[in-house]
């Protein structure tokens, strides 16, 4: 890797993956018998897709267990690598590097993505003097997380726009937690803003700040990140694997198919009844998970464009990693074809 490279672009050389090797003990239980108990990390005042699909009966007799909340999927993916937890979700660049890192770890079903209504803007104050990439120089861009997909996608942003690897270098990516983000924009503690989903329309309901560009502008339509799970755990618990992929992804065909209102309903109820202390008023604003395929199905094409991006970018050797090794599809038993986007509104546009 370039001793230039800045951001050590999707760096996961910390993670310990010797743990992972020799195996932490997983949640399968002994002689054989396969474990009926997923743990799991949550993201506050949201619902994910394995918790919808737990309150829908999907999951029978399989029960999730919330260990607690996390911000990053590099940490999230991390946790499952070593055995904190069952799996992890996390961008698919984020991912591809785990792996090639040498966690033994399988992405089994992809959970978000990129569409006219899910995608994550970069926005700024509508008094800001930023119009383009060159003015991001010298700049704090808030996120999420580092080494994942808010971070790829603003580089690719500021390289597509003409900017240097030393002017790249001078942009400042700076993680907060995306409930904050938005007041550290309105209070200029940072020029730029990384808001999707629900807490940016939020955002844009409240009025005074303004796109710069999105995801979505960038790439188009695309399935952006994927659940994995331990080789060792598929292994151990194959029925229970299949039972919780399937799950996610009749899930996800339940989000396409029901009414907006409905799923916005049934979501503010999970919150609620979970009990973990969280304000569900910014669910009001979900439209959809952003998942291009039917059932979450992956294909090589969401990782391959990715794995090109690390060996251009010198994170990863040509042919270090091959994009259908990364994933399995054989625990997804969804086998329908995708439903209209009813819970998309008609109305809905990228801003």
Same mark, same amino acid.
């Given at each position: 890797?370039?001793?230039?490279? !800045? ?152 390289? !597509? ?5 030393? +002017? ?7 993680? =907060? ?82 009414? !907006? ?13 979970? &009990? ?18 039917? &059932? ?5 094409? +969401?990782?391959? =464009? ?26 997804? &038993?969804?086998?329908? +074809? ?14």
């Amino acid at each position: 890797m370039p001793a230039a490279s !800045r951001r050590q672009f999707l760096s996961l050389a910390a993670l310990g993956f010797a743990a992972a090797a020799c195996g932490r003990a997983t949640a399968s239980a002994g002689g054989g018998k396969e474990t009926k108990k997923i743990r799991y990390q949550g993201w506050a005042g949201q619902v994910t897709l394995p918790e919808l699909a737990e309150d829908l009966g999907y999951l029978g007799d399989v029960k999730l267990e919330w260990v607690g909340n996390t911000i990053s999927g590099p940490q999230d993916i991390q946790s499952a690598a070593t055995g904190q937890t069952d799996f992890g979700g996390a961008f698919n660049g984020a991912v591809v590097k785990l792996i090639a890192a040498g966690a033994p770890v399988k992405s089994v079903i992809s959970y978000y993505g990129v569409d006219q209504a899910a995608f994550s803007g970069y926005y700024v104050l509508a008094d800001s003097p930023i119009r383009g990439a060159r003015d991001l120089i010298g700049k704090k861009v808030a996120m999420n997380t580092l080494g994942a997909h808010s971070e790829a996608l603003l580089d690719i942003y500021l390289q !597509r726009n003409g900017l240097s690897p030393a +002017e790249i270098a001078k942009v400042e990516p700076t993680v =907060l937690p995306p409930v904050s983000t938005e007041q550290a924009l309105r209070q200029k503690q940072v020029e730029v803003a990384v808001l999707g989903g629900v807490l940016r329309d939020k955002a844009l309901a409240a009025g005074g700040i303004r796109p710069l560009f999105s995801d979505f502008d960038l790439l188009g339509a695309f399935s952006a990140g994927t659940y994995v799970m331990t080789d060792r755990f598929l292994k151990e618990n194959p029925t229970t694997s299949r039972t919780f992929v399937t799950a996610v992804a009749r899930a996800i065909e339940w989000s396409r198919s029901t009414p !907006r209102e409905q799923v916005i309903a049934r979501s503010v109820e999970i919150v609620k009844r979970r &009990g973990r202390n969280e304000d569900p008023a910014a669910l009001q604003y979900w439209k959809s998970f952003g998942v291009a395929e039917p &059932g979450g199905r992956i294909s090589d094409g +969401e990782f391959q =464009l990715w794995t090109d991006w690390l060996v251009a970018h010198g994170d990863l050797k040509a042919g270090q990693v091959k994009a259908g090794d990364l994933y399995s599809n054989d625990f997804n &038993g969804y086998t329908g +074809e995708s439903a209209p986007t009813a819970a998309v509104s008609p109305s809905a546009s990228r801003s």
